[in-house]
């Protein structure tokens, strides 16, 4: 059981490159969500999504992309990478047994993304 | 909307001292949850505690101990005895019922000196 697993751990993007970041649970979670975390903000959701072909929009959605064609797969698209992308970025998942808000969040490693 | 206010943003200890991370939620839910999450130096998010909003009751957990009070919507984390391997960064997070994703604090980041 890897729980949340995230690809890559690192990258570098120059501006206006795209690239998606891979998200993937192995807990048959119907519930998974991006968070992004900048120095002194905490974590603030990007989109997020309650299961397979429904996804919304969170805190900070502009700028990605995301879609979820399976229960597993969760990634996050974005097409054209500018500087204030540069983050570390958070894939995260929860069952939705008892009320969706109860139950923990399970956190991948995070992706450490920086856009030059 | 909901919000979360860590104001410690760096506290610095020597080890064995006893150290309170402070945690101020609003809600206009009835319904809501809180947690709280340490991150080390390793980057990973770890989770601590989960209390929901009509239960409260403290709670301790070996070193660790959490103080909910509604009345001033608080839910602070107090560390007895405190060690090296305890610094880190710690979120304080809110869940609303029926909320799709959690409402972070900005995190305190606590240091332990040997």
């Known amino acids: 059981n890897a729980g949340v697993t995230q690809t890559p751990k690192f990258q570098v993007l120059k501006t206006g490159q795209s690239m998606t970041l891979q998200c993937a649970q192995d807990m048959n979670h119907e519930y998974m969500s991006w968070y992004r975390q900048d120095p002194g903000m905490g974590l603030r959701l990007i989109h997020y999504s309650v299961g397979a072909g429904i996804t919304d929009q969170g805190e900070v959605p502009n700028g990605y992309n995301v879609s979820r064609s399976t229960t597993e797969d969760f990634p996050l698209r974005l097409l054209s990478a500018a500087p204030s992308q540069t983050s570390v970025y958070f894939c995260a998942s929860k069952g939705t047994s008892l009320s969706i808000s109860y139950n923990e969040q399970f956190f991948g490693p995070g992706t450490r993304l920086t856009v030059l | 909307a909901q919000k979360v206010t860590q104001a410690q943003t760096e506290i610095s200890v020597v080890e064995k001292e006893d150290v309170t991370l402070d945690c101020v939620y609003e809600t206009r839910d009835t319904t809501y949850y809180l947690f709280w999450y340490k991150q080390p130096p390793s980057g990973e998010l770890v989770f601590l505690i989960r209390r929901n909003s009509f239960d409260e009751q403290n709670e301790i957990s070996g070193r660790y101990s959490w103080n909910f009070q509604k009345s001033t919507s608080s839910f602070n984390f107090t560390i007895t005895a405190s060690q090296v391997v305890d610094s880190a960064v710690y979120f304080c997070?809110?869940?609303?019922?029926?909320?799709?994703?959690?409402?972070f604090g900005k995190g305190t980041h606590l240091i332990i000196q040997p």
């Open positions: 997070a809110l869940s609303e019922a029926g909320a799709d994703g959690l409402t």
